[in-house]
């Protein structure tokens, strides 16, 4: 059973949207950043977990794919959205933390391979109210 969040690191978590019994499972990746009168929430990215079956050339394992904004620099501990034609920042240790904390909470087993794309996010649409301030 998968839990509702996984603490990646100080003020960074995935929440498990969705889980297929135990075979596959999506969850956004999230910065928290707690103020005084209000959490703030900065989305990081998205994961896509699944069990890959054995191959002839490749053992039985999970698999993450890992979609990560590519308009995210970490300044210290927080990020910051730098909209343009830069390259992601993320901490040197972010994706083994990522990893160690997915393997310890059970999401996933050894063997797992992760996969990272980077991306940004170019249009979207809305129907119907979504955020509280709208």
Not at 24 to 31: D, P, T, V
Not at 79 to 108: A, R
Request: charged share 25%.
């Amino acid at each position: 059973m998968t839990p509702a969040q996984t603490l990646v690191k100080a003020g960074v978590r995935v929440s498990w949207v969705d889980d297929r019994q135990g075979t596959s499972q999506i969850g956004e990746l999230e910065h928290v950043r707690q103020g005084a009168n209000e959490t703030r929430i900065t989305p990081l990215g998205v994961l896509a977990v699944y069990h890959a079956p054995a191959l002839p050339e490749a053992a039985a394992h999970w698999k993450i794919e890992c979609f990560l904004r590519s308009d995210i620099h970490f300044d210290g501990a927080r990020p910051e959205v730098h909209p343009g034609g830069q390259e992601p920042n993320y901490p040197d240790d972010f994706l083994d933390d990522l990893l160690d904390s997915l393997l310890k909470d059970g999401v996933v087993f050894q063997p797992v391979w992760l996969n990272v794309h980077h991306g940004r996010n170019v249009e979207y649409r809305q129907r119907g109210k979504i955020l509280d301030y709208e």
